[in-house]
């Protein structure tokens, strides 16, 4: 016969409650519920026994509403710990003892450990479940992808859509080549009416090849790579030519001091006859050595904050709309702007006379001009593309494609500066650029809700199209990281459970998950189907009093 449950004991144990209250003897209400007596007496017996826990609290945990509460306070010390934290069980059961909730549940490492499995493996399936039912009723869409891989040390491939943070791959792979990239995303996007047409990551060669080769989209350069390759170039070198030279000016400056000292000293004693040492140009020309020293130390210095003024330039620079001006920024001109900033390096790299190895580390950078111009060039073709979908009048057209695509990128650009005057001017710019378009007498205004909705929906999706930095991918391959130095280790299911969570539970400000803004409708909550999937709590067992340790040198009984 299987054992009853904590749930049923309570429910057991009410039901005897109720019917002693109403008069019946204990057999009698024994054999109403269909419990044998000793059974029961045994039950609450146990449920008062708790040791040195209050009774009130014994007798509430006793109850139905105590287990359905102490179920939920211990599948949330394990979802936090565990899932959130990147704890172990070990420190799950260290809570359940400090907490005195031991007395409880069984808080020892099996227990919990099965529990902790079962919590991972029903996250897993509430996922996949939420994720198949959102597919059925989500609309096609194009979308662009961020890639890149991390170790555990094993290979984790990770992919995520951008805009919405919807983890789309994660899972530990043999290689990371370009086949193996390109079957397991397959996998990963199977059921879901999605398109890939743009794919963001590093310069790695498997990376541009699944994306441009088999699934023939555009590859956008990740402009963080850039950056950092000119950065190579220039920040160490630099860094040791503003060393030496403040060692060489204070190198002067000591000599300085030292030819003042002489002088000094000198004169403060009694000298026969004869020349005295030519201490005025001594210090002339420790005084011209120390000029000369600090002029090259401050353009030493000046080039060092140029290199930083120009890697920054690079990204204040690569934009389908200028944010100075709002307008759109084609091939031609984001061209020029970059030409003229790479200009700008190479001189800076001769006049610093930088080494071979740098100007190798600018010359690798400045390769991915080109494939900075064709996403430029890819942005605005399909940009055009969708405007043109919606069959607007000519005027309506240059109105979305002018000032609400501007208008919605600059505000996209706004959120992530880290400046407060920063994005408060581009806050500002978009809200002009969008002005004219809330004007009762804009012919924009005369259309149905239903159209302006479409418009709407189809300028904020061109205006996501830009994609210039996988750092997404990134910030999740550190944390991905933090739980496997904990964990030491990253099973397949934990893996799993870690991705679900993230998709499915952690909300932004506006208190929206990841899948709710990919699929387009917010899935059930996650925590509260755990709460009707995950077993209830083991009970504790019945401790044995252990045996005092006997001293070695105690003398036995004969």
């Known amino acids: 016969m299987k054992p009853a449950t904590r749930l049923e004991r309570a429910q057991t144990l009410t039901a005897a409650a109720s019917a002693c209250a109403a008069a019946q003897s204990e057999r009698q209400a024994a054999a109403a519920i269909g419990c044998p007596r000793s059974t029961l007496r045994d039950w609450s017996h146990s449920a008062l026994a708790v040791g040195d826990a209050p009774a009130a609290l014994a007798a509430f945990i006793a109850t139905e509403a105590g287990v359905h509460w102490l179920h939920q306070l211990v599948l949330a010390i394990h979802f936090v710990i565990t899932l959130r934290a990147g704890g172990g069980v070990r420190l799950v059961s260290e809570v359940l003892e400090l907490s005195g909730l031991s007395a409880f549940v069984g808080a020892s490492y099996g227990s919990q450990q099965a529990l902790n499995a079962a919590l991972e493996q029903a996250v897993v399936d509430i996922a996949a479940e939420q994720r198949q039912a959102l597919a059925a009723g989500m609309a096609p869409r194009q ?38 990239w390109t079957q397991a995303l397959a996998a990963a996007c199977a059921g879901l009416p999605i398109t890939l047409v743009q794919g963001t990551s590093d310069e790695a060669t498997a990376l541009r090849r699944h994306i441009e080769h088999d699934h023939q989209a555009q590859h956008s350069p990740d402009l963080f790579h850039l950056q950092h390759e000119v950065a190579k170039g220039t920040g160490l070198s630099l860094a040791r030519a503003v060393r030496e030279a403040d060692a060489e000016v204070a190198t002067a400056e000591a000599q300085l001091q030292a030819e003042r000292e002489a002088e000094q000293a000198y004169r403060q004693q009694r000298h026969g006859p004869g020349r005295p040492p030519a201490f005025a140009q001594r210090i002339q020309g420790a005084l011209q050595r120390w000029a000369a020293a600090a002029v090259a130390r401050d353009q030493t210095q000046a080039r060092q904050e140029e290199a930083k003024t120009l890697i920054r330039a690079l990204g204040e620079a690569y934009h389908p709309f200028d944010l100075e001006r709002g307008e759109a920024q ?38 991915l001009n080109t494939a900075l111009l064709t996403t430029i060039a890819f942005f605005f073709a399909t940009v055009h593309q969708r405007v043109e979908a919606l069959n607007l ?37 978009s809200a002009q650029r969008l002005a004219p378009l809330r004007a009762a007498d804009h012919p924009i205004q005369a259309l149905e809700a239903t159209q302006r909705a479409e418009i709407e929906q189809v300028a904020s999706d061109c205006a996501n199209l830009f994609q210039r930095s996988s750092s997404a991918v990134e910030g999740r391959n550190g944390q991905l990281s933090l739980f496997h130095h904990g964990c030491h280790r990253l099973s397949a299911r934990k893996l799993s459970a870690l991705t679900a969570v993230h998709n499915f539970y952690i909300r932004r400000a506006d208190q929206t998950t990841a899948a709710e803004r990919f699929f387009g409708r917010a899935p059930p909550p996650l925590f509260e189907q755990l709460l009707e999937r995950v077993p209830l709590p083991p009970r504790p067992r019945r401790r044995r009093a252990c045996a005092p340790k006997v001293s070695y040198l105690t003398p036995m009984a004969a």
């Not at 890639?147 to 290979?155: K, R, Y």
């Not at 919605?408 to 992530?416: D, M, P, W």
């Open 393 to 429: 009048a000519p005027d309506l057209e240059t109105a979305v494609l002018e000032q609400r695509i501007p208008a919605i990128y600059l505000e996209r650009v706004a959120t992530k500066c880290s400046g407060a005057e920063a994005r408060q001017c581009l806050a500002a710019l």
């Open 143 to 180: 979308m662009t992808v961020c890639e890149d891989e991390t170790f555990h040390p094993a290979i984790c491939l990770v992919a995520l859509e951008p805009v919405s943070n919807f983890i789309l791959l994660e899972q530990y792979a043999e290689d990371r080549t370009a086949a193996t």
């Open 330 to 367: 084609p091939p031609e001109r984001l061209g020029e702007r970059l030409n003229a900033i790479w200009q700008r390096l190479e001189a800076l790299a001769e006049a610093a006379d930088l080494p071979a190895r740098a100007r190798a580390h600018l010359q690798k950078a400045k390769r």
